[in-house]
């Protein structure tokens, strides 16, 4: 017997196709593109059918004889009337018959149809129609034609896609780079107008490299359309490494029909129904493991070298500095993590690629690296110099992946400026360096077991200084010159009640050198001071404060020795003949670079007019916008030599230029009437019209003075001029004092401390060319009052020679009266 089985599409099944060949056929022919074929056949049978049936298998017939009792006579009235009958009594016969007959109609019909289409414009089938009379059905057979999707057996496929690779990755691809495999595409159907989807299976992509084609993630479908029959295409797909891993499962790639949905699931099931041309895949990978069936593929990057991180204090810090402060300056706490502690602990990495974790150190400069050292106690309890390996035993990692270990110093590190590194290194595989190693970002540090220390005496070397001249010390290394300073500051002028602390001193503080100065402008009495010792005390001024003088590495002054003290004395002075120099801050100016050097002039001519005094005693020098609106710039007062107060009718007893200083300072803090601001109106014979340039919005622009130097007279000079055995020291010291090089070395020589070295030698030669200069003008309005006096002189002898001879001439003349008047 035939049994038909469920077949998709109702095409023949394998176990007819023999038994049919005997049957009749009916051929049939379409195209697709949407034309549809169909049919309908219907057959249909009745039957009727009358018999008789027996009651339990036969008739039956009976005959029944009744009889009963009667009344025979009845009498009935109402209301005397009524009426009467009689009958007798029943006789009954029945006679009863059963006869059974079955009526039977029966009717059979079938209908058959179909339809045959095909929504792929080309497509061309031929179809044979078989009836199978026993079963009354219909039977299908595509006998030849073309098909698309799904391509039907019998026909020639319209789309077959096919996938090689013609060139895999090679086995050795670093981390960061990408894998590149070639890989043919063919439509081995006959049509050209075709559309073909290429993806990866992401199921077995766990591990998650990117795959792509073309610039496009296969892990969703890419599309190709347009395949020529027969044509081969060829395409790069690219690989990356995406995680943490290094080796992952090979990739399927596969190139499939896309048939009538994109779902690349239908087409999956679409291909594995009908025909398995219509879909194609290849396996990417670049290495492979084991032998026969054992055999895996995968796609292998090169295993870089084993990461390590700093932890601990010098992760925080980034750097570190072992000094007098430390608790244990022979021997440095090194910790580190293991960033893959989850997967295996450093020990256990020995077993792959890496060799070691070394701890490197060298000396800023330097080319060559140092391992680092520490010590290992052994069995009888002495100590072993052993090489810093942070892989050496499983037992120094915690279970966070954190080791460790100490770095022992002593006598193997000597003190200096250190560069740290810590890395691993792994067996070689050939290539770079970098993938044999990996090296943590390098760190900076100091061995300083030094402390600082007062280096020669404190400058300037003479005993005698002025008031507001600078006083430093000078110490053997670079001083923690942060602010605010850590260091104490005591000032005390003795005879006097002046006691100034650091906040009251204008200090400094560069290098090696911290120095200080007084402010004459805080309102000191000059008069008071000079000739007056100063006692100073830097460092630790109050026992047990935290102040004191460190270096820049944190290490402090030998507190056996104390804090350091000194004495110096006031030079005593001849105000009137010194000059002065301050700067000057006018607010509110109408500045700019374009005009600046015009305000000379005008500023000169206004400090001429508040003092009162002559212009020629006001020089001023740098005038320069620092902002939009304000004018800085240097300005001296001379001082009123004798000669100059004989020809001055207006000088008071006290116009020296400190007073005049102070007069000025005294405005500036509206001490005085407002009528000798800057705007007041110019008294040697300028208008407002003709200074007006200098105010911008009113008649009133504040200003401000600082930083006032007393420049001391020829005769005073020589009490302040260092004496000439000590000036190569001061010099040396000077020099000394500036900061260590820090930029770069030009021929031997810091450029930077070259500059700042010139311009220490210049600002000690800036006073001696003020005094030079001063000198020069001095002897020069000398050298003019002598020629005055000279002219006066040959004036005088020519007054007196014409007074001699008119003398002479009145006495011949009155001689001449009296002899006339005498004869008469």
Known sequence: ????????????????SKSTSDRNTERIQFSGGGNTFSMQMKKEKAESMLSKADWHGKSVQTETKLRGPGLVETDIA????GMDYAFNLFDLTIDHEHDSTKKTDKSDGTTIGFVLGDS??????????????????????TASGVSNCPHEEGTIPFASPDIRVTSYAPSIVFPDDTMEFEVELTNLGVGNSTRFHMFSRQIDNQDGVLVQVAGGSLAFAREFDNMESGKAYKKKITIKKDSGLYKNKAVEVIFENACQDNDSVINDLTASIFDNSQSSSVTLYNTVEGEGENIEKFLSFVHP?????????????RGFIVNTNSENYEQLPVTVINPNHSHKKFCEMKSDRLKNIYLSYRREGDLHWKTAITEIVNDDGSTSPVELDFSSDCDDENDYGYISKKWHLGNAVPEGNYEIRLGSQCDKLGGPDDIDRYDAPTLTGVVDLTRPEQYGRPLPLRDNVLIGEEISVVFTEDIDC?????????????GTDYLFDREELQVTCEGRKIGFQIDPTVGIDIDRVMGKSIKVEIGKIVPNGDLDIFDRNGNSIDPNNGSIKFQKTFATLDLNQAATSFHITVDESNCSDAIVGSYSEELKTKVASILDVEITRIEVDDV???????????????????DRRLRTSHVTSRDHALD????LRDISHGKKESSRMLAENNKVNNSIEEVNSFRTLDDERPFSISSLKILPAFADQEKLRTPPTLVDEETKLMNWSLPQAASESIGGQDTAQLQRITTMQSLILEQEQ??????????????????????????????????????????????????????K
Request: aromatic fraction near 10%; charge should be negative; glycine fraction near 4%.
């Open 482 to 494: 942060g602010k605010p300073y850590r260091f104490g500051m005591q000032v005390e002028i003795e």
């Open 624 to 642: 320069d916008c620092i902002e939009e609106n304000v004018v800085k710039a240097l300005v001296r007062i001379l001082p009123n030599d004798n």
């Open 660 to 663: 005049l200083f102070y007069t």
């Open 120 to 141: 792929d414009p080309g497509d061309e089938f031929v179809v044979d129609l078989y009836y199978d009379e026993e079963y009354g059905s219909i039977i299908f057979k």
């Open 1 to 16: 017997d035939i049994v038909i089985k469920d077949q998709p599409s109702s095409l023949l099944p394998p176990d007819l």
């Open 770 to 823: 003020m005094l030079q200069i001063r000198e020069e003008n001095y002897e020069e309005e000398m050298n003019k009052t002598k020629e005055m006096q000279q002219e006066m002189q040959q004036e005088m002898k020519l007054m007196l020679v014409e007074l001699t001879v008119v003398t002479i001439a009145c006495i011949g003349v009155a001689m001449g009266v009296f002899l006339h008047l005498w004869k």
């Open 78 to 81: 109402v209301f005397r009337k």
């Open 305 to 317: 070298c084993d990461k390590v991180h700093w932890a601990g204090e010098l992760n925080r810090d």
